[in-house]
């Protein structure tokens, strides 16, 4: 095994801030090639971010980063290695598309890559043979569980055969069988090929003895640097974990002592929860799966497991959260009922997340829950100070809950489930994602609440050394229990050395697998042993890599019932209650007659107005009071008024008058109405049936008017066309919106920081399915027009269908702007709202030419599409213009393609900030 | 009693969430801010600046007088095109109206033969086209009659019609856009604040919490109701008294005291309609997504834009099911046409009793909501 002693990354003098919180403070650190680096230490020590940097995933704020024989800060550099590394983020298939399944992922990893069709199918074919995946091919990933979602990853992260492979915790919250099978793996993958390096993260610090080579950090510093074996032999202790302990800063480690659990006294105590043959389905999916236990008062009960294993399914059943499927619990000896409130006041519960009020201050959160637990006044002051000063929160008392650091915060936590005293403390992992330090302290306050309190403690973990600390523990397993007892029985009955050993022991008994699984060897492609083969020529624009992402949004949006029936049908709905709905042709307006001259020559006027159909006559008014009161409630739109002897005076030639009210709330109906008015007015003076008693003047000349396109003005014909703009203006972009920001807010947004994809390739690629819906709405809503509202189409079809289809790449390039800019789905979402409704409903020439808007308006207006649609749309469907007339247009609305995709381009960053 | 305690406490929190958010308090202040002036210009009810071209083959005093008399701020001031040009600018979109006066016009009205004008409008302007049309003729028809009346006069009309606007009596748009902009950001907000605050909590882990406590979900979702509603109501008020009143100078006729309470009563039908969506939706995108499919028709449709009169009727039935439709139509009631307790108190009643009846479904699903959470 020839090892190159060129480092495989270099840092110097490396500083990172977040905010106010500094990652990384000055690192400078040599990382040996061709062997495996482990990063060890606590969560929220820099770990995470020093990985991301050496993958190029994340902008480098000062000092330098080398890796690969070349500077991180240089684009060009990053572009030309970025095919030689592979990157695997935290989190459990952070990177994966759940939706897809197993084999469509490595497909779409493999697309980035360049890899044509028949490359992909031998490297993929070959992966899933040595990771034992080939059955579960067609599995989506989301329903993986942790240990295959991590075999998974890797296959992704190996599809380009890379020299460096960046791990970042790749076994937390994973079952210790399938931790084992990983490691047996990556060590298999080594053998094959000697010259990859491999660098890791990680929080278990008993995988960390057979590492090559540690690094130890604390709190964005280094702590030191070299084999297990030399930082053993150092610090003088037997193990990484006691090693990492000693060599922490003198002030962290004052105070620790040995945690000594005094043991259970209690014995034979009546039991507090019982569980019988408790069972959960969701759908087709069991999540628990008849699992019994007696947990008896006093006593620490743990559940072992890894994520998903159905521990916090089982915990939710027994706080009443969630409804058993099938079987039952008891609870303090009767049967559960989730609407019994005082049974809940002799619990106490802390949940995975630690569910505190990130903007309450430490103080608010405590006084809250004693509020909310009705403790009288000065006994609540009084649990007060005793829960401040026992769990040592007096520093933090007017700090906000989010800025507390994680152990504070799971303190506070615990100290907020127990302010009202409960007889059972129900804790689900209370301590991930908190320092071994931490961890300890919040141990010591669980035993003191145990042993000295007499409380019953319920708590899950995956971490086997808290397990060991329980006085009886299940371990689980896909919805089973595998095993109860005390963790010595545990080991003992499995002749295993350590609870980790009985556990996989059990595990293996339980999947019919063994640890170190009988697949294949992994295989290494073309030439094992040779140089890696030099990444292939790399085009600007490259169609395979712009179509995997096409081919997989195009896929996940198929899979995602909620969103497909939004996009199909949300316009379809919205078009019929638009079309319906938005009218300006104003009928059956109410009015009412106070007629006080009751003569011949007054209903003659009146017969007029009785006979239009655009208004309904109520009863008559009787006097002033009525008029108004009538008007005041809107019950009707229009009074007129014929005062006494307007017959007398008529035949006296006297001039008459008529008086006539309008409600003016509404100023584009009472405009209406006054225009009716006036035109049935006209009616009456020129009407020969009264013309025989008057002398009517001759008018001087007449007004031919013409309504063009829409000769009867007819407002379906107007507002059909534009309420398809605003649809095409609305859901495109509010779909786009969500497409980008989503993967950030996932994190497989990593897969475009890491991979050669480009951000243009990244932006078209996504974008293409979201035209393709649009247009498939827009044929539903042309249907819709035609058939539905009888709007003919009376111009150009093609300059139509080619307006549409530049006007949906501008809409959904507006939502990409937004998507591109936003860190999260909902602010994606109400940005695109607020840009898009305002813009659309009132300044786009919906209502109101936009010529005819005050100045800002017009600008919002002129920068947005649909103003520059609506011609289109209305051209073609009413004012039947021809493809030469409409083409301006067009030409103007494809302007904004070029620049809102620039504007995408630029927001859109290639590293993480 | 202890009732009243945990939805007070539980509302004191509600509060002091909102105000760290400070996304959603620059979105709350905008929707009642810059929102409501940009509406009250839009001139959406109105004809202002129509643009107007104008072909005079007369070249006569008259053919002059009255394309003069096309003014600023109902019309732009008509551009002299040619006949031939018509067609092709209207195509275009450049003018709502054109009007062509004939050659000899002013002589043949002199000479009483009764000539015609030529007023062409594109009536694909739904509002600017059908009340600009009537604009015109009266223009067009008191400039002749102007002109007549210097050179022979005219006898004065028989009967003369009087028409009156109550309420508001200029007609102008931003009397009533302002006021239905405050409509459409209580409903936008209302909605979204309650149906979040119940999603954030489930994505938090703090509902599981919550609902282990000795609270109902009468309790909790009670509480986001009074909280968010005090943030709209004041929101409401500030809008009200600076935006519409101080800023864009809108008089109020009627008592906005009694406002404030319709406002109340259409809030916890908001707040609980929020509530009951939150239930629904399984993450923060399908509440928005719902949220949209919501909010736009019963906005769009609930005689705020266009009238409710112009709808076919089984529209305007089905939209009087909406609380929305009675908000604007109270709204307009008290506030233009300042009617009494006794005139709205149906519609307030009305509200509260399709609120009611969403509040109830909403703590109906609330429970099964927290499955939902894994």
Not at chain 1, 142 to 168: A, E, F, T, V
Not at chain 1, 331 to 345: C, E, K, P, Q, V
Not at chain 1, 791 to 813: M, N, R
Request: net charge neutral; with cysteine.
């Amino acid at each position: 095994m020839s090892r190159p002693t060129a480092p495989v990354a270099r840092l110097q003098n490396v500083t990172q801030r977040y905010g106010r919180t500094t990652a990384l403070d000055a690192i400078t650190v040599v990382l040996p090639s061709g062997c495996m680096v482990g990063l060890i230490g606590p969560d929220g020590v820099g770990k995470s971010t020093l990985l991301s940097m050496i993958a190029g995933a994340r902008h480098i704020q000062s000092g330098d980063v080398f890796v690969l024989d070349g500077d991180m800060k240089d684009a060009a550099h990053r572009a030309a290695v970025c095919p030689r590394i592979a990157y695997m983020p935290q989190g459990l298939g952070k990177n994966l598309y759940p939706d897809l399944s197993i084999r469509e992922n490595i497909e779409f990893f493999g697309r980035m890559f360049g890899q044509p069709r028949s490359e992909r199918a031998w490297r993929i074919a070959e992966l899933l043979q040595s990771t034992g995946l080939a059955p579960f091919a067609d599995r989506p990933a989301k329903k993986l569980s942790g240990g295959m979602r991590q075999k998974l990853g890797l296959c992704c992260s190996l599809i380009h055969d890379p020299d460096l492979l960046i791990l970042d915790e790749p076994t937390t919250g994973v079952d210790p069988l399938s931790r084992r099978q990983f490691w047996e793996l990556i060590a298999r993958m080594r053998r094959r090929r000697a010259g990859m390096s491999i660098v890791v993260a990680t929080a278990y610090m008993e995988e960390a003895e057979r590492f090559d080579s540690l690094v130890a950090m604390n709190d964005g510093r280094i702590l030191a640097v070299g084999s297990p074996l030399e930082l053993k032999a150092r610090t003088q202790t037997p193990t990484v974990e006691e090693a990492f302990i000693a060599l922490l800063p003198e002030e962290l480690r004052a105070g620790r002592k040995r945690l000594e659990i005094p043991p259970n006294r209690t014995v034979n105590a009546e039991p507090v929860i019982i569980a019988r043959d408790l069972t959960c389905r969701f759908g087709e999916f069991t999540a628990v799966d008849h699992v019994n236990f007696t947990i008896e008062r006093g006593e620490i009960f743990g559940f072992v497991g890894s994520n998903g294993c159905g521990k916090t399914t089982t915990m939710k059943m027994l706080t009443g959260l969630l409804a058993p499927s099938e079987g039952e619990a008891l609870l303090f000896g009767r049967a559960l009922d989730a609407r019994d409130i005082n049974s809940r006041r002799r619990v106490g519960y802390m949940s995975q997340s630690f569910s505190l009020y990130a903007e309450l201050t430490v103080r608010q959160n405590l006084e809250l829950h004693a509020r909310l637990f009705h403790l009288p006044a000065q006994k609540a002051a009084a649990r007060f100070r005793e829960l401040v000063a026992h769990f040592g929160l007096d520093e933090y008392l007017d700090q906000l809950a989010s800025d507390l650091p994680l152990g504070i915060r799971q303190r506070l936590s615990l100290a907020v489930a127990i302010v009202h005293e409960p007889e059972m403390l129900i804790l689900d992992e209370p301590t991930s994602g908190v320092d071994p330090l931490a961890r300890d302290y919040f141990w010591e306050l669980l035993i003191d609440l145990s042993r000295n309190q007499g409380v019953t403690i319920f708590v899950s973990t995956h971490f086997m050394n808290e397990a060991e600390r329980c006085d009886r523990l299940s371990l689980m397993d896909s919805g089973r229990v595998l095993a109860t007892d005390t963790p010595r029985n545990l080991i003992e009955s499995r002749g295993a050395a350590t609870l980790e050993g009985a556990f996989i022991s059990y595990l293996e008994e339980a999947t019919g697998s063994s640890a170190v699984d009988s697949a294949g060897d992994i295989a290494v492609p073309a030439a094992p042993d040779g140089p890696a083969p030099s990444p292939p020529p790399r085009p600007l624009v490259s169609l395979r890599r712009l179509f995997a992402y096409t081919i997989r949004e195009t896929m996940e949006l198929l899979r995602d019932p909620i969103r497909l029936t939004f996009a199909m049908f949300g316009t379809v709905f919205l078009m019929l209650a638009f079309g319906f709905g938005i009218s300006t042709d104003v009928n059956n307006l109410t009015f009412a007659v106070l007629d006080r001259d009751q003569s011949h020559e007054s209903r003659a006027y009146l017969e007029e107005l009785r006979g239009s159909t655009y208004f309904v006559e109520q009863p008559a008014l009787a006097n002033y009071a009525d008029l108004q009161k009538r008007m005041q409630s809107g019950a009707i739109r229009a009074a007129i008024e014929i005062p006494p002897g307007f017959g007398r005076d008529l035949e006296a030639g006297r001039p008459a008058w008529v008086g006539a009210w309008v409600d003016g709330a509404m100023p584009f109906r009472a405009d209406t109405i006054r225009g009716y008015l006036q035109a049935m007015h006209q009616l009456y003076l020129t009407d020969p049936a009264v013309k025989t008693t008057l002398p009517q003047a001759r008018s001087a000349a007449r007004i031919e008017v013409r309504f063009k396109y829409n000769q009867d003005f007819e407002s379906v014909y107007a507002m059909v066309p534009t309420s398809l703009s605003m649809l095409l203006a609305l859901f495109p972009a509010i779909l786009m919106a969500l497409a980008i920001v989503r993967e950030k807010e996932l994190g497989s947004i990593t897969n475009l920081y890491v991979t050669p994809v480009t951000r243009i390739e990244f932006l078209l690629g996504k974008q293409i399915p979201y035209i393709g819906i649009a247009m498939t709405n827009f044929a539903l809503m042309f249907l819709m027009a035609l058939f539905i509202f009888q709007v003919p189409l009376k111009g150009s079809f093609l300059a139509l269908l080619l307006g549409v289809l530049v006007y949906v790449t501008a809409t959904t390039a507006y939502g990409m702007v937004i998507s591109a800019f936003a860190s999260t789905q909902i602010a994606a979402l109400f940005g695109t709202a607020i840009m898009t409704f305002l813009p659309a409903s009132q300044f786009s020439g919906m209502m109101v030419p936009v010529s005819s808007l005050s100045a800002t308006a017009q600008i919002m207006g002129r920068a947005f599409p649909m103003t520059y649609f609506i011609p289109i749309s209305v051209g073609a469907f009413t004012k039947g213009l021809s493809f030469a007339e409409l083409a301006g247009h067009v030409a103007e609305l494809a302007v904004f393609i070029p620049v809102l995709t620039l504007i995408s381009f630029v927001l859109l960053r290639k590293q993480e900030r | 009693m202890r009732k009243i305690g945990n939805i007070f406490w539980l509302g004191t929190k509600e509060l002091r969430s909102f105000l760290h958010d400070f996304v959603l308090l620059g979105f709350v202040v905008y929707a009642f801010s810059l929102a409501i002036m940009a509406q009250a210009n839009s001139y959406s009810q109105e004809v202002h600046n129509a643009s107007i071209g104008a072909v005079d083959e007369d070249h006569s005093e008259l053919s002059r007088r009255i394309i003069r008399a096309f003014l600023p701020p109902y019309f732009h001031q008509p551009r002299r095109i040619a006949e031939r040009d018509i067609v092709p600018l209207m195509n275009l979109g450049k003018y709502t109206f054109t009007i062509d006066i004939p050659p000899n016009f002013e002589r043949d009205v002199l000479g009483g033969r009764n000539p015609a004008i030529q007023l062409n409008v594109d009536a694909t302007m739904m509002v600017q086209g059908g009340l600009g049309a009537d604009y015109a003729q009266q223009i067009i028809m008191t400039e002749i009659q102007d002109f007549l009346s210097h050179t022979e006069g005219t006898a004065p009309p028989p009967v003369n019609l009087d028409v009156r606007i109550l309420f508001n009596p200029n007609l102008t748009s931003a009397w009533f856009t302002s006021v239905m902009g405050i409509i459409n950001s209580v409903s936008m907000l209302a909605i979204i604040l309650a149906g979040a605050a119940i999603v954030r909590e489930r994505e938090h882990g703090t509902m599981d919490h919550l609902l282990v406590m000795p609270l109902t979900p009468f309790e909790i979702a009670m509480s986001k109701v009074w909280a968010n509603g005090l943030v709209i109501t004041v929101a409401v008020g500030l809008s009200l008294y600076l935006v519409v009143r101080t800023l864009l100078g809108v008089p109020i006729a009627g008592s906005i005291p009694l406002f404030m309470v319709g406002v109340a009563i259409y809030l916890f039908f908001a707040c609980a309609v929020g509530i009951f969506i939150g239930t629904i939706a399984r993450s923060m995108p399908q509440l928005g997504l719902l949220y949209l499919l919501i909010y736009l028709p019963t906005i769009m449709l609930s005689g705020s834009n266009t009238p409710l009169e112009s709808m076919p009727p089984w529209l305007a039935t089905v939209m009087q099911a909406s609380p929305s439709t009675h908000f604007v139509s109270f709204a307009q009631s008290i506030l233009y046409r300042g009617a009494g307790i006794g005139v709205v108190w149906p519609q307030f009643a009305l509200v509260a009793g399709i609120g009611g009846l969403f509040f109830v479904l909403a703590i109906l699903r609330f429970r099964s909501t927290a499955a939902q959470t894994t």
